[in-house]
């Protein structure tokens, strides 16, 4: 497993030591968990004619030139500190916020280790690569009233390869949580989730442990690992491909423990834990993660008697970009409803 010491070896102590410096730490020298320790401005987005097909085909021009060249909000990587070890994120804020709170959401993303990375990589925006493309399409919540921040977890270069999938990185979303009650200009009353494919697991890992967020959104989410993984045997996931060592080789004890681990990761069967109301997005024709992953996952909480809306686009590809407008009018009137509802 790739805890945070091991981490924190391959990084190396005098570099994590150096960027604490002068932040807040606790009584172990370590720092204080949701600290943003540092920010910078964030590349500019590349030109839409430079995009490949896949990202032209993602936006309309005009969407995503409004959100390339838009200057009311402030687009900032950030360095935060999870349990004792600097990751990289985004926020999307207000350059001039005014007196009144902002709600915020917490964004997290798909994919695994370096792939589907939201920071830049150093490689071009396409269809392995969408940073630019998650950027633009989270500033149309920013651009709807909402601070927005995400996380890139901790697995990233070196480490990338050994991510947990639904481990120890959930601490890195839930410490977002103390990173947005650190800014003056959010409402800590006011918090969402959004998550996208893995990062419905995530979500859903989060909601579990106990996220204090008001209402909840997922989109092409994963909620029964195994089941997926079976339907996917492609992906490598299991066994390992170049973007991940494998399951079966980063969870402690997968031959004797594999069940246990699948099911700690899949809210389906545990409903009952989700406290929260959730907002449940799907393509009937989703070739990454089956539609009956959405299907399952509201008839558990049906079962559970839980508050969930579910809603099954017909055709759309797996973040449904030609829903899009759709799918953001939904996600933010699920959130401001929450709200209103207290």
Request: net charge negative; with cysteine.
């Amino acid at each position: 497993m790739a805890n945070r010491r091991e981490v924190m070896k391959i990084m190396g102590m005098t570099a994590i030591a150096g960027l604490y410096c002068g932040y807040p730490t606790t009584s172990l020298g370590q720092p204080t968990d949701g600290q943003i320790m540092n920010s910078k401005p964030w590349p500019p987005l590349p030109g839409f004619n430079s995009l490949d097909d896949f990202g032209r085909n993602y936006f309309p021009r005009g969407v995503y030139e409004e959100a390339r060249t838009q200057e009311e909000f402030d687009l900032l990587e950030i360095t935060y500190a999870s349990d004792g070890l600097p990751v990289r994120g985004l926020l999307i804020k207000p350059n001039a916020p005014g007196t009144g709170k902002w709600p915020a959401i917490i964004f997290n993303r798909g994919g695994n280790g370096d792939l589907g990375r939201i920071t830049d990589s150093g490689q071009p925006c396409c269809r392995v690569n969408t940073s630019c493309l998650d950027v633009a399409d989270l500033y149309q919540f920013a651009k709807a009233g909402f601070v927005v921040i995400a996380s890139d977890y901790r697995y990233q270069g070196v480490t990338a390869k050994r991510d947990e999938w639904g481990g120890v990185e959930v601490d890195d979303v839930l410490n977002l949580v103390p990173a947005l009650k650190s800014l003056d200009y959010v409402d800590p009353e006011r918090l969402y989730m959004l998550g996208l494919s893995r990062g419905g697991t995530e979500t859903y890992l989060a909601i579990k442990r106990g996220v204090p967020i008001k209402a909840a959104a997922v989109i092409g989410g994963v909620t029964d690992v195994k089941a997926w993984v079976d339907t996917r045997p492609e992906m490598g996931i299991v066994d390992g491909n170049e973007y991940i060592d494998g399951f079966a080789n980063i969870w402690p004890d997968y031959e004797h423990r594999a069940e246990q681990q699948y099911r700690a990761r899949s809210a389906v069967y545990w409903a009952d834990q989700i406290n929260v109301p959730v907002l449940i997005l799907h393509s009937r024709t989703d070739r990454l993660v089956p539609v009956t992953q959405a299907l399952r996952m509201a008839q558990a909480l049906q079962e559970k008697g839980k508050v969930y809306s579910l809603h099954i686009y017909d055709r759309d590809g797996h973040p449904l970009p030609q829903n899009r407008g759709d799918r953001d009018r939904m996600i933010v009137d699920w959130f401001n409803r929450a709200s209103q509802i207290g």
